[in-house]
């Protein structure tokens, strides 16, 4: 069913285009919600109500987006950078409020997260256009310091939902679910592209730094009983421990040692999750574990 949805909305923004990207924002948007009438509200489908959620709310990013000239307005430099954040901001603004609409009515989970992230993106293009340059004279990038003080709001409203289902049995966790899923790369890409790893320069001794980073972010993830984290600092990871490996030139040596230390990290917590939570939590304060998910809650 979703492929058919996905097939039809294709259809229904190709045929749009003929008259303006804003009819195709318009159009999207409009069959998305009265397809969710049927699939969401009265079906419950959960895999085709996140494809309408998603449809919805992103064409009509798209539409506030083309009432002021687009994406090629901001990038053929016709605009100013001030300019352009606040047409990012606006456009975020509007799918967030789509977000929060569709919350109202069909209560998707996934919604929040499409909320926050539309949220997200107004927030970081107006800052980043307010603040580019002062940032500049010190030499830091706005976009990655906003992207990751979102990524602590997100996280920390993730974490909010996680701590009022311990239990993990109702809608709340599913919410936390899709926040934690939106947070963990705006966290883990300012942390981990700060080194510098990922110039030409990259380190052992950055490297190791980052490996050490990914420890962390492990015993965040499993204390929190979230693999977002994980999966996001992954790429990160590998990439770290082929610099260690690969030191002397032999670059299929570290790629295959740091494949070779990933895959028996991944495969050891996917066997050994629930007992290397237990002991990790016992460890903590006891004020910090009465917001984390119990040790019986099912491991998301």
Known sequence: MSIAIGL???????????????????????????????????????????????????????????????WQAMTDG??????SGAMLMVSGGVAAAAAALHWWRFRVPITIAAGAAGVSVAAISMGAALLGPAFSLVG???????????????????????????????????????LHLLAAPMLVHPLFSGT???????????????????????LVALAIDRRALIVSALGYAIY????????????????????L??????????????PARALLIVRLPVGWRASLPTLAAPPR
């Open 140 to 178: 830091v990038n706005p976009v990655s310091v906003l992207v990751l003080i979102c990524g602590l709001g997100v996280f920390a409203l993730a974490m909010w939902f996680d701590g009022r289902d311990p239990a993990r049995i109702t809608r709340r966790s599913d919410v936390a679910f899709w």
């Open 240 to 259: 770290a421990m082929q610099t260690l490996f690969g030191q002397g030139g032999l670059l299929s040596m570290g790629v295959y040692g740091a494949l």
């Open 261 to 274: 230390m990933v895959g028996l990290m991944l495969v050891f917590l996917s066997a050994a999750w629930r």
């Open 78 to 83: 016709s605009q100013s950078g001030l300019a």
């Open 196 to 218: 510098g790893l990922s110039s030409a320069a990259g380190r052992p001794e950055t490297a190791a730094i980052i490996v050490i980073a990914f420890g962390l972010l492990t």
């Open 8 to 70: 039809l909305l294709v259809a229904i923004g190709g045929l749009a285009s003929l008259v303006s990207t804003l009819a195709v924002g318009l159009a999207l948007a409009l069959a998305s919600w009265l397809l969710a009438e049927y699939f969401t509200r009265q079906r419950r489908m959960a895999l085709p109500s996140i494809l309408l959620l998603l449809g919805f709310v992103g064409a009509l990013f798209v539409a506030a987006l083309a009432l002021f000239g687009g």
